[in-house]
């Protein structure tokens, strides 16, 4: 039985992986910006939505590249 799970998964990653990727340049995290934002226009605030998920974890791929790209703005007081 998880074999076959596995082989659709496997099966479908090569379309997947062209929207859903650890981004590495700019280009890349603004792309993965863009397709979140047009999930939560479609999603909304719904967490039983099927693409809830999805949004989780293009938060966390999102928020791995600005800890590791964006420097923080200091406030000089």
Do not use: C, F
Not at 9 to 31: D, F, G, M, N, R
Not at 39 to 50: A, K, R, Y
């Amino acid at each position: 039985m998880q074999n076959r799970e596995l082989d659709k998964t496997l099966s479908a990653w090569p379309l997947v992986s062209q929207k859903i990727y650890v981004p590495h340049t700019e280009e890349q995290y603004e792309q993965i910006v863009a397709l979140l934002d047009q999930l939560i226009d479609e999603v909304g605030e719904d967490e039983t939505h099927p693409y809830s998920s999805l949004m989780e974890l293009l938060g966390v791929l999102i928020e791995h590249y600005e800890t590791e790209h964006v420097t923080e703005l200091t406030i000089e007081q």
